[in-house]
């Protein structure tokens, strides 16, 4: 026979989040994208659909080889950067309180020890996703962000 044990802190927590969801959870049990939107990476078109609606509007953005090639759908939100039917990044104007604008040392002192400067970027690894994604920073001549993605870098 097999016996699960669990903390009661934990038992408590699970109760309090099926009763009581409140803003965890959106209709349907989804997180919204302002709560957390880095998980909107991977999600398909449909899904992609079902909770942001239509995009205001759509671009493609064309890549050396034609595999790189990228439809981009823009929303308030951020754009949405798809390879075939799935989102692989998101172009952010502010994200993990940087935005367009900040300066170089502003975006590293917010970022921590691990954020890695290359060049015109910073790079931050997240890691506690079901992919491996990566936080970039790119940077103008006054050192300011002029751009900001996350990506998953197994594509």
């Given amino acids: 026979m097999f016996h699960l044990k669990f903390h009661p802190g934990a038992v408590l927590w699970i109760c309090v989040i099926l009763v009581f969801p409140g803003p965890l959870m959106a209709q349907g049990g989804q997180i919204p994208f302002e709560q957390d939107p880095e998980a909107f990476i991977g999600l398909t078109l449909e899904e992609l659909f079902s909770r942001m609606g239509t995009p205001r509007y759509v671009y493609p953005v064309r890549g050396l080889e034609e595999w790189q090639d990228d439809v ?3 929303y308030d939100q951020g754009d949405m950067y798809i390879f075939r039917d799935r989102i692989w990044q998101i172009g952010f104007n502010s ?3 940087i935005s367009i604008g ?3 040392g502003t975006a590293v002192m917010i970022l921590g020890q691990q954020a890695e400067g290359r060049g ?3 790079f931050l690894p997240i890691h506690d ?3 491996p994604l990566m936080l970039r920073l790119d940077f ?3 050192n300011r962000v002029q751009a900001m993605y996350v990506y998953r870098t197994d594509v």
């Fill in 120 to 122: 015109n970027s910073v």
């Fill in 129 to 131: 996703r079901p992919w």
């Fill in 72 to 74: 981009v759908f823009v």
């Fill in 95 to 97: 994200h993990r309180g």
């Fill in 102 to 104: 900040d300066t170089w």
């Fill in 140 to 142: 103008d001549i006054n």
